[in-house]
């Protein structure tokens, strides 16, 4: 599972000219699910949105607060395109979960970051429509997030050039020659 996390002033998503959600100060995140996804890894990203520290404190000290301490709002966005590869120069999105499942799995998700927050401060877009996504971006900054079970194994990294990277000394000395 993946989350795309913008610091934003505020942000809206439109569908068809209908304004389906707006937030005021907060994060946009936008959300990716893989088809090995569970709920552990859904577990970890909710964590994560509501821990990371992106906002600044009241004395104006950067990245002292997170989300719930500040009181501020998370627009969650769908986007099945954030777990993307490349067949040549066309995007194929085979590792994304399938639609019923995900939007399940999504609806699930929504529900576990409004319990572990507050309800009235997570909004989100519309499931599969074509949205418009307004943005106020505040810095701009922008984390992404991937839960631990999708991450590559460390051993199995690839540098630029293809070949494996053994470790960190390998894999500079690697880069080094490209």
Same mark, same amino acid.
């Given at each position: 599972?993946?989350?795309?996390? @913008?610091?934003?002033?505020?942000? *809206?998503?439109? $569908?068809?000219? +209908?304004?389906?959600?707006?937030?005021?100060?907060?994060?946009?995140?936008?959300?990716? %699910?893989?088809?090995?996804?569970?709920?552990?890894?859904?577990?970890?990203?909710?964590?994560? %949105?509501?821990?990371?520290?992106?906002?600044?404190? !009241?004395? @104006?000290?950067?990245? *002292?607060?997170?989300?719930? +301490?500040?009181?501020?709002?998370?627009?969650?966005?769908?986007?099945?395109?954030? /777990?993307?590869?490349?067949?040549?120069?066309?995007?194929? =999105?085979?590792?994304?979960?399938?639609?019923?499942?995900? *939007?399940?799995? /999504?609806?699930? =998700?929504? #529900?576990?970051?409004?319990?572990?927050?507050?309800?009235?401060?997570?909004?989100?877009?519309?499931?599969?429509?074509?949205? #418009? $996504?307004?943005? @106020?971006?505040?810095?701009? $900054?922008?984390?992404?997030? !991937?839960?631990?079970?999708?991450?590559?194994?460390?051993?199995?990294?690839?540098?630029?050039?293809?070949?494996?990277?053994?470790?960190? !000394?390998?894999? +500079?000395?690697? %880069?080094? *020659?490209?």
């Amino acid at each position: 599972m993946k989350a795309l996390i @913008q610091r934003v002033m505020n942000a *809206k998503v439109t $569908v068809n000219d +209908e304004v389906i959600s707006s937030i005021g100060q907060g994060m946009c995140v936008f959300i990716g %699910i893989s088809n090995t996804d569970s709920k552990k890894d859904m577990e970890y990203i909710v964590r994560k %949105i509501l821990s990371i520290k992106l906002f600044d404190d !009241e004395s @104006q000290k950067k990245w *002292k607060k997170n989300v719930s +301490e500040r009181d501020f709002e998370i627009l969650c966005v769908s986007q099945f395109t954030l /777990y993307n590869t490349w067949k040549g120069t066309k995007p194929d =999105f085979h590792h994304a979960m399938p639609g019923d499942k995900s *939007k399940e799995f /999504y609806e699930n =998700f929504l #529900q576990m970051l409004k319990n572990a927050y507050k309800p009235d401060k997570v909004k989100d877009g519309k499931f599969a429509a074509y949205m #418009q $996504v307004s943005i @106020q971006n505040d810095g701009p $900054v922008t984390f992404e997030i !991937e839960s631990p079970a999708n991450l590559p194994d460390p051993k199995e990294r690839k540098c630029n050039n293809g070949t494996k990277a053994e470790n960190k !000394e390998s894999q +500079e000395e690697i %880069i080094d *020659k490209v």
